[in-house]
């Protein structure tokens, strides 16, 4: 096998993990996007219940890993270790790169809350996974900029029609969530007001008939 061979098969190894990788990240953010609306939420809780949401990440970031070692073996491109981990160290389209590698430790801290969710704070998780938002943007950008099947018009159009889809998705996720909290104030708020002048009154009444035994 000459050094042409070996650039070769680096090069679709990193090609092909690129667009698995990435294909598991979809699937994984669309799972974990539809458990709050309404049509929907039936089959979320199949998979909630068989933790698919959490498997999917996990593999994500494998082929994420394999994507960015497989660059190190590309002797065209000439990735050091420093340039696939370290973010803005690459001289090569350095801030493309870059959002390459962030998205790679995004995925990493996504995946170690997740299986890590019984051990930290119900808020601290929510914060973690706010980062959802970061890497999928993240990963669209280099995947568009730097993806080289991105350059077949086939395979990019249906790759910008399939986000825009998720990204009409997340967009009814956070309009159901607002809706479902503002729906929860609504309820709550006078339920408790009521509860207070209930129990104020059952006080005052109690309070009264004790002073009138006192009297007597």
Known sequence: ????????????????????????????ILFGSIGRIPIFRRFSAK?????????????ALIFALIHGVALIFDNLL??????????????????????????????L??????????????????IAHTLNLVLYGFSIV?????????????????????????ILILALNVYF??????????INIPQCDANIREGDAAGGQKRSREDFRRRI
């Open 1 to 28: 096998m000459d050094n042409a061979d070996v650039v070769s098969w680096a090069w679709y190894i990193t090609r092909a993990s690129a667009l698995v990788g990435f294909f598991l990240l979809y699937i994984s």
């Open 47 to 59: 998979i909630c219940a068989l933790n698919i949401h959490c498997w999917l990440s996990v593999q």
């Open 78 to 107: 000439t990735f050091s270790w420093l340039d696939v981990f370290v973010p803005f160290h690459s001289s090569y389209e350095t801030t493309l790169v870059a959002l390459g590698t962030i998205s790679f430790y995004l995925i």
């Open 109 to 126: 801290i996504l995946v170690l809350t997740s299986y890590a969710r019984k051990y930290i704070s119900r808020k601290s998780w929510r």
């Open 142 to 166: 280099h995947a568009l900029s730097l993806g080289t099947d991105m350059k077949n018009d086939l395979v990019r159009n249906i790759f910008i029609y399939f986000n825009v889809l998720l």
């Open 177 to 186: 969530r607002i809706k479902g909290r503002t729906a929860r104030q609504v």
